[in-house]
């Protein structure tokens, strides 16, 4: 089947593909969730943390990678270059809020105050959007090593993982309606 853009739908089709693609996004950032407040955090070791970090990033590679296929043979890839995002950004967070969970509870002095689950995964968001508000903040050398890989994998998520998406819906779509073939990748070309 060849893909399409979501505005060459009439509009009562598209309302309900976007619908279902928005509950799909709902259903798994709620399920994420519940996994992640759930879930049972305990004590961590450095090498625990190490290994959750390395399984975790593996889990949203893999994620990344399933994502990327389903772009690749997608009816509506630019809806599902979004869907993506919108699964593949929450998750890498909640790898770390779960890990300065751990980190927080092995050592409670490890950031300015003790982390629960909520100012975990806030703490995250904040390195994760750059704001950086300042109420909390890492005071242990292990603690800033962990906050330092997660800004720049940010930056690696944010540039790859991104250009990934919108290259995989470009080349699912093919040409440009005015025929040009320029800036298309093809799949052999993208990172």
């Known amino acids: 089947m060849t893909a399409r853009r979501l505005a060459d739908l009439e509009p009562r089709r598209r309302r309900l593909v976007l619908i279902r693609a928005v509950g799909s996004i709902a259903l798994t950032w709620v399920a994420a969730l519940a996994v992640y407040y759930l879930a049972p955090v305990g004590r961590a070791s450095e090498v625990r943390e190490v290994v959750w970090l390395v399984v975790g990033l593996l889990l949203?590679?893999?994620?990344?990678?399933?994502?990327?296929?389903?772009?690749?043979?997608?009816?509506?890839?630019?809806?599902?270059?979004?869907?993506?995002?919108?699964?593949?950004?929450?998750?890498?967070?909640?790898?770390?809020?779960?890990?300065?969970?751990?980190v927080s509870r092995a050592a409670p002095s490890s950031f300015s105050q003790e982390l629960d689950h909520t100012r975990a995964l806030y703490f995250a968001i904040t390195i994760f959007?750059?704001?950086?508000?300042?109420?909390?903040?890492?005071?242990?050398?292990?603690?800033?090593?962990?906050?330092?890989?997660?800004?720049?994998?940010?930056?690696?998520?944010?540039?790859?993982?991104?250009?990934?998406?919108?290259?995989?819906?470009?080349?699912?779509?093919?040409?440009?309606?005015?025929?040009?073939?320029?800036?298309?990748?093809?799949p052999s070309d993208l990172p």
């Open 129 to 186: 959007s750059t704001v950086g508000f300042g109420d909390i903040t890492p005071t242990t050398n292990p603690a800033r090593i962990v906050v330092s890989i997660q800004m720049l994998l940010d930056l690696v998520v944010i540039g790859l993982v991104v250009r990934l998406f919108v290259n995989a819906a470009k080349w699912r779509l093919g040409p440009s309606p005015q025929g040009s073939t320029s800036g298309t990748p093809h």
């Open 60 to 102: 949203v590679g893999f994620v990344v990678f399933r994502r990327t296929r389903r772009i690749l043979s997608a009816d509506f890839p630019g809806l599902r270059a979004v869907e993506g995002l919108a699964v593949s950004f929450p998750l890498f967070l909640l790898v770390f809020a779960a890990l300065y969970l751990a």
